[in-house]
């Protein structure tokens, strides 16, 4: 499906949420949409590759990694991970690392930046809970959808 972040807000802007311009992007792909799914975790990625290692179609990973950008939530094996699995997209409010490897693969990631320290593995953190950053928060079951004009969030699908 084609679809514009700008003409999707224009007709749905009662009902829409959008979280602050504060994400760099990475892969190949520019534009995904899809049901949320969420993790909230704190340097450590157990999770995030848990979920990444699912199927992930119709779906966007939303991921609250405190805002941390002491570490990488996210390599290019994790990513490899959301390729596979056919996940639409992955939003990380945290970093990122083989950013150049991921930019080559057929992926769509949005980060604070990147890191070239990999994150701990302990396991520790929440799926599937409500998570806030970027001044809203985001509910699993929601609909992300991004481009490059941004993101934005409704509560059902709109296109």
Known sequence: MTFKTADLSDD???????????????????AFHGEV?????????????AQLETDGRGKVLVVDGGGSVRCALLGDNVAALA????????????????????DGMNV????????????IKKG?????????????????????YSDADGIIVAPNPIH
């Open 108 to 119: 769509a990631i949005k980060a604070l930046g990147t890191h070239p320290f990999k994150s």
């Open 37 to 49: 799914v969420t993790v909230k975790v704190f340097e450590d990625n157990v999770l995030v590759k």
């Open 83 to 102: 390729e596979k699995n056919g996940w639409e997209g992955v939003v990380i409010n945290g970093a990122i690392r083989d950013a150049a490897d991921i």
């Open 124 to 144: 520790e953190g929440d799926v599937n809970i409500p998570v806030a950053f970027g001044g809203i928060t985001f509910y699993p079951g929601e609909y992300l």
């Open 12 to 30: 749905h802007s009662a009902i829409l949420k959008v979280p602050a311009d504060m994400f760099q992007s990475y892969g190949a792909k520019l």
